[in-house]
């Protein structure tokens, strides 16, 4: 399992952790420079949509290069896809398809975000950060489980009429 290196934990002079995001992620008033390192300050902003997005794609993007997860995901949901056109699956069908694969993916980057947290903010070996990593990572194992068997559902049922069985 690779480590996300999304996040930089830098220390205080005290030897405390302290936690810190990407300097391109939070914009520079929201960062205080205070005696005790930077903290992300909690004032509500007003982000408007557009800026709404943008912090989703570059969530997107960062939790797509943490994880080489993604990419098994995605091969294997490419090899559905062509399977699916291959047998002519019904809209019903499709919709199904595309929901398990956003589930899967969903679960996915909620387990990225997870571990990266619990990377920051728990010292290396706390059973209870191995708790919350392998919480997530059987979150991710239901999603795909559940995705696989409405995968095979509907590619079976469609090869089965083709078939006549």
Same mark, same amino acid.
């Given at each position: 399992?690779? &480590?996300?290196? @999304?996040?930089?934990?830098?220390?205080?002079?005290?030897?405390?952790?302290?936690?810190?995001?990407?300097?391109?992620?939070?914009? /520079?008033?929201?960062?205080? /420079?205070?005696? /005790?390192?930077?903290?992300?300050?909690?004032?509500?902003?007003?982000?408007?949509?557009?800026? &709404?997005?943008?912090? %989703?794609?570059?969530?997107? &993007?960062?939790?797509?290069? #943490? /994880?080489?997860?993604?990419?098994?995901?995605?091969?294997?949901? @490419?090899?559905?896809?062509?399977?699916?056109?291959?047998? %002519?699956?019904?809209? !019903?069908?499709?919709?199904?398809?595309?929901?398990?694969?956003?589930?899967?993916?969903?679960?996915? !980057?909620?387990?990225?975000?997870?571990?990266?947290?619990?990377?920051?903010?728990?010292?290396? %070996?706390?059973?209870?950060?191995?708790? #919350?990593?392998?919480?997530?990572?059987?979150?991710?194992?239901?999603?795909?489980?559940?995705?696989?068997?409405? !995968?095979?559902?509907?590619?079976?049922? &469609?090869?089965?009429?083709?078939?006549?069985?």
């Amino acid at each position: 399992m690779s &480590k996300p290196h @999304l996040f930089q934990s830098r220390t205080h002079g005290d030897g405390e952790p302290t936690v810190s995001v990407l300097p391109a992620q939070v914009p /520079e008033q929201e960062i205080d /420079e205070g005696s /005790e390192g930077p903290q992300i300050l909690t004032e509500p902003r007003q982000a408007t949509t557009r800026s &709404k997005f943008d912090e %989703g794609a570059r969530g997107i &993007k960062l939790a797509i290069r #943490a /994880e080489s997860g993604f990419f098994a995901h995605a091969y294997r949901g @490419l090899l559905i896809a062509i399977c699916a056109v291959i047998l %002519g699956v019904s809209s !019903t069908g499709w919709c199904f398809l595309i929901v398990s694969a956003a589930l899967v993916l969903v679960a996915e !980057t909620f387990r990225c975000a997870i571990i990266a947290t619990v990377d920051l903010i728990a010292e290396p %070996g706390d059973p209870r950060a191995r708790a #919350a990593r392998e919480i997530a990572s059987g979150g991710l194992l239901f999603a795909s489980i559940t995705s696989g068997c409405l !995968t095979v559902m509907v590619l079976s049922a &469609k090869l089965s009429e083709m078939l006549g069985w």
